[in-house]
Structures are given as structure tokens and as C-alpha cells.
């Protein structure tokens, strides 16, 4: 009985995308690219991503983006401090008992 070959049903399309740009300095294939293509690349990047942000933050957003952060760390810590005494708790009252 002859296996099929999933690889055979499939569609050879190529649309043009590139996953991974394999022209690595160092490689038998690598090209320098041109200063043209290289702005033009970078003006893909721009605008087909979501929107940047081009001012900077003001003081207040800057404040509060820290604040977040800091509060999100805290909490991290708290969880893992409140785990390692119930821990400590559980092996003296109930494990080694």
C-alpha cells in the first residue's frame, strides 16, 4: 500500500515575502546591499508596522509608565515571598511532622 506524500498536495506559491534575510556578512553568497535599498527597506519597515509614536513621552506618561512597571515587579515579588513562606510553613507543620 503506497503512503501519500502530504508534501505532494501542497501548493508551490511563492509570494515574494522574506521570512529570514539569509545575506549574512561572512557567507559565500553575501552582497553588500546599496544605500538605495537599504532606505527603501527601512521606509517598508515604517510604514507597514503600526503607527510610531514620534514625539517623546512628557513627564507624566514617563512617571506613570515607571510607576507600572514598578508595581508589576512588586507584585511578581510579593507572589514568590507569600509562596516561600507557606512553603516553609507547610514543611515544618505538616511534612517533618
Known sequence: MARNDPRKSLPEVDDGRTIVN???EGMPWYA??????SLR???????????RRETPLTDRE?????????????????VLCV???????????????
Open 22 to 24: 539569509m545575506n549574512v
Open 32 to 37: 553588500p546591499e546599496s544605500p538605495e535599498a
Open 41 to 51: 527597506r527601512e521606509a517598508e519597515k515604517a510604514g507597514a508596522g503600526p503607527e
Open 62 to 78: 514617563s512617571w506613570l509608565f515607571t510607576w507600572g512597571a514598578l508595581k508589576a515587579a512588586l507584585l511578581v515579588v510579593g
Open 83 to 97: 509562596g516561600l513562606v507557606l512553603f516553609v510553613l507547610f514543611c515544618q507543620y505538616v511534612w517533618f511532622q
